[in-house]
């Protein structure tokens, strides 16, 4: 429909009237939607930083930055929502709109009623980033769902996993979420088969390579405790199971153990070390852990 010279006149005046406001606001909402995120970024560095020198727990610094790109994330995404209401309101205000406010008012009480799941959705993840059960950046599994997180919003949680694939989690459905790279984790390496008269060699060998490692430049920045023997886990037909450990930064935690695992095999071999084995299972096995007790295992990661 054409609008009538009546209408078209009275817009003119309308924009005549009022352009000088239009232009300010305009003006004012780009620059906050375009600025608004270098300024995000320093003030919640500033604030980590200033917590962390308060009360100091220790929390290595890529924890601080997968924090700070969360928070970073969701203040930008309320700045936005908030410019984007800013321009509602202007335009309720500058065109008398309001008196439509009771009719939307009724609309928004019935779509509360029907939409209960969107609001636990907004309190559960409200809950999430407040608890800090998991940022940005963390690998995480949800509802059987494992893998990277992208986004974590007041409505929903963003996974990437392995195999490329997004998954787009509702807070609310969230019961238990198992963070595997918070701070650390705790690696495993099983040597399987080890005869009996060659177990305290094989144990020497762990402990030779667990402190090479230790103080190899390339890998001490991925290693917070030196691999070392730990325990027996297992005596079969076969012979003895030794089990190796240790702590990983979060960064470490699967090339850690797969690094482990070519030095000990390098070294077994050296040594005229051989390990029993059935056909088709590998004789060195790796199994993680994160710091709450949570695991993954396989022969190779």
Same mark, same amino acid.
């Given at each position: 429909?054409? #609008?009538?010279?009546?209408?078209?006149?009275?817009?003119?005046?309308?924009?005549?009237?009022?352009?000088?406001?239009?232009?300010?606001?305009?003006?004012?909402?780009?620059?906050?939607?375009?600025?608004?995120?270098?300024?995000?970024? @320093?003030?919640?560095?500033?604030?980590?930083?200033?917590?962390?020198?308060?009360?100091?727990?220790?929390? #290595?610094?890529?924890?601080?930055?997968?924090?700070?790109?969360?928070?970073?994330?969701?203040?930008?995404?309320?700045?936005?929502?908030?410019?984007?209401?800013?321009?509602?309101?202007?335009?309720?205000?500058? *065109?008398?709109?309001?008196?439509?406010?009771?009719?939307?008012?009724?609309?928004?009480?019935?779509?509360?009623?029907? &939409?209960?799941?969107?609001?636990?959705?907004?309190?559960?993840?409200?809950?999430?980033?407040?608890?800090?059960?998991?940022?940005?950046?963390?690998?995480?599994?949800?509802?059987?769902?494992?893998?990277?997180?992208?986004?974590?919003?007041?409505?929903?949680?963003?996974? @990437?996993?392995?195999?490329?694939?997004?998954?787009?989690?509702?807070?609310?459905?969230?019961?238990?979420?198992?963070?595997?790279? @918070?701070?650390?984790?705790?690696? *495993?390496?099983?040597?399987?088969?080890?005869?009996?008269?060659?177990?305290?060699?094989?144990?020497?060998?762990?402990?030779?390579? &667990?402190?090479?490692?230790?103080?190899?430049?390339?890998?001490?920045?991925?290693?917070?405790?030196? #691999?070392?023997? @730990?325990?027996?886990?297992?005596?079969?037909?076969?012979?003895?199971?030794?089990?190796?450990?240790?702590?990983?930064?979060?960064?470490?935690?699967?090339?850690?153990?797969?690094?482990?695992?070519?030095?000990?095999?390098?070294?077994?071999?050296?040594?005229?070390?051989?390990?029993?084995?059935?056909?088709?299972?590998?004789?060195?096995?790796?199994?993680?852990?994160?710091?709450?007790?949570?695991?993954? &295992?396989?022969?190779?990661?």
């Amino acid at each position: 429909m054409n #609008p009538t010279p009546e209408q078209t006149e009275q817009l003119t005046s309308w924009l005549s009237r009022n352009w000088l406001t239009v232009v300010i606001i305009a003006v004012v909402l780009f620059l906050v939607w375009r600025f608004a995120r270098p300024f995000v970024h @320093r003030g919640v560095m500033g604030l980590l930083s200033a917590q962390e020198r308060a009360m100091p727990t220790g929390v #290595p610094h890529e924890e601080l930055a997968k924090r700070a790109a969360t928070l970073e994330d969701l203040v930008n995404r309320l700045i936005r929502l908030l410019a984007v209401l800013a321009v509602i309101f202007v335009i309720f205000g500058l *065109f008398d709109l309001w008196s439509a406010i009771a009719g939307l008012g009724l609309i928004l009480a019935a779509l509360t009623v029907a &939409g209960q799941s969107i609001i636990l959705d907004y309190i559960m993840g409200l809950l999430i980033i407040v608890e800090g059960q998991y940022f940005k950046g963390d690998t995480i599994s949800v509802g059987g769902i494992e893998g990277e997180v992208e986004e974590v919003g007041l409505r929903r949680t963003v996974l @990437r996993d392995t195999q490329g694939t997004v998954h787009s989690i509702s807070n609310g459905t969230i019961r238990v979420s198992s963070n595997l790279t @918070r701070i650390y984790a705790v690696a *495993f390496v099983d040597v399987e088969g080890v005869r009996n008269r060659d177990v305290e060699a094989v144990i020497a060998i762990m402990g030779r390579v &667990g402190q090479e490692m230790a103080t190899d430049p390339a890998w001490s920045p991925l290693i917070e405790e030196a #691999p070392h023997y @730990r325990s027996t886990p297992a005596f079969t037909d076969l012979g003895v199971t030794l089990r190796m450990s240790t702590k990983v930064r979060t960064a470490g935690r699967w090339s850690v153990p797969a690094e482990i695992r070519r030095r000990m095999a390098l070294a077994l071999s050296a040594a005229g070390i051989h390990l029993n084995r059935r056909a088709g299972t590998p004789g060195i096995q790796t199994r993680v852990e994160d710091d709450d007790g949570d695991a993954d &295992g396989g022969a190779s990661r």
